[in-house]
Structure formats: structure tokens, C-alpha cells
């Protein structure tokens, strides 16, 4: 190990803040998460954040990097977070520059779901695919380009949400004003409307809070017919963006993440189906669709590994 870089990782979310220390792929140390809930402003979170990882530098003295992954959009060379929407003041903070004057560490911040893919790519199921298309499917669905070996980030650094993207040009207009976003129809909540409907419509009634991805997973194992067409729902929304995806960016493989994925081939399956039945030969002959190697700790993983290298360190394992 001493010949190896350690890095922190922070991931960052609407309720919590992870962070842990990471050697190589693995996770060593994590300490005990932040409520985000509990602070009105950002300097006060970020000053606790700074207390945790000088505890765990204590511990592990030679962390070389600190990682972010935030959710929201990110200047990625500055650091600046433009906006939360879930946590209280964070609104064009300079978080980069803040953190890493009271760490006195190379600080990288990154968008979440830039983070989670970089984890796949560097060090999980896209590892040595120069060509990918990363997907994270919970309450929101985030996603992540790497095309030619590089991080696709756009000219804002807000490139790859492909959780915004339209599958129905007359949908119901979503937070930012956009049609038909896939995350409008199949993220967490909608998935679970999308279930009672098709209880109802079977003659069944049954609540909201027991149709969630991971009920309907347990209930389509089980042979129940409306849970199973849900899922196949589901898998023909998600095959109509990522169609999409494949014929403007031709990537070898499709990773697909999050608490959604857990489903398993009731997802994957459907999904080859629809996605291949869309797509022609250069498009479809060498496509893998992959489900991720990492689940909460990508994050942690994905931060900690871009940090590292950013700060010039060989990743390589």
C-alpha cells in the first residue's frame, strides 16, 4: 500500500454526505455520513465536511487528493457549484477553492453522475472501453459520456444528462421546462404511479409506497403478470433514449447503474430486446449493455479515482 496514492472520495447527495478513503478499487475507511439537512448555508457544511476528512487523514496519513461528486451542474475547472436544489444555500459557491484552502490538498469536483461513470470506467464495468454510455437509474436518472478515452463535458460542463432527454416531444413538461424527459417517466415516484395504474387497470388496488423498483422486482419473480409488463414498460421507455444515444454516439457499451438496475434481467433482458430491435449493424453487432460493477460506493470510488489523477498520480492498478 505504500507505494500507492490514497484519496478521499465525497459523495455528495440531497440528504447525506459520504466520504472515504480509497485505496486502489476499494473502499478502506468511511467515516460516519453528514445530514445535509442539518445546516441552513454552505460554509458551516463545508467547514464539517473539512473536520471529517482530517479525521480520517489522521488515520491515513497519506491521502494525496480529496474528489467530489455533486448533484447538480458543476464548472468543472473552477470548482464553482452553480446550484443545489435540495440543500439549503448552496448557490454559486466555490467549493474547490474553499475546500482545498482549509485541506491544503489538490480538491476535484465533478457532477455525481460524471463521478459514478469515471468509477465504471476507471476501475469497473467499462474498464479499457474507450467508446461508453453511463446511466444512473434511482430517484432521478443521471447520466455520463466517454467517447475517444475522454469525459464528455461540454462547453458548460453540464453534457450528459441524458435523464433530461425526450421520448415524447408532446410529454408533460418537466423542472427545467423540457418535454417528455425520460426521468419523467421512469424514475423512482414515476415508476411507482406507473404500477398502481396498471394494478388498477388489472382490478387491483395497492398503494404507492409498495410499488417501489425493488417491490416490483420481488413481485415479477414471483410470476405477478402486472409487475412483470411494468418492467417491460419500463425497459421499452429506457431502450427509446438510449437508441437515441446509440445512433449519435456509437458507443461499445451501455453501463447501467443504480437501484433500478437491481432488477436484473427483468430490465436487461427487455431492454436488449427493444434497444437491438431499433438499431442496425454498426450500431448493434459489438453493443454491450452492461449492468454497473459498483452500487452506493461508485460515488466515493468515482471522485477519489479523478481526484488522483487529476493531481497527476498513475491510477493504474
Known sequence: MSDVPLAIGIDFGGTSVKIGVL???NIIDEAPRIDTQEF??????????????????SKHPK???IGVGMPGFVDFPTGLVHRLTNVKGWVNIHLKRQLGGLCALPVTVENDANCMAYAEWKRGAGRGINHLVALTLGTGVG???IIDGRMV???NYAAGELG????DYRGPAGAYGNRGSLEDYIGNHQIAEMAVKAYAAAGKEIALADCEPSDLAKAATKDDK??????????????????????LLNPEAIIIGGGVANAGALLFDPLNKYLRNQLSGPFKDDLQILPARFGNEAGIIGAATLALEEAGYNIDD
Open 23 to 25: 485505496y486502489r478499487s
Open 40 to 57: 441552513e448555508e454552505a460554509t458551516p457544511l463545508i467547514e464539517r465536511i473539512h473536520q471529517t476528512i482530517e479525521e480520517l487523514r
Open 143 to 145: 447520466g455520463a459520456i
Open 63 to 65: 491521502i494525496s487528493a
Open 153 to 155: 463535458r461540454g462547453s
Open 226 to 247: 402486472v409487475a412483470i409488463a411494468v418492467w417491460d414498460e419500463i425497459a421499452e421507455k429506457l431502450a427509446s433514449a438510449l437508441m437515441n444515444c446509440c445512433w
Open 164 to 167: 433530461q432527454t425526450s421520448i
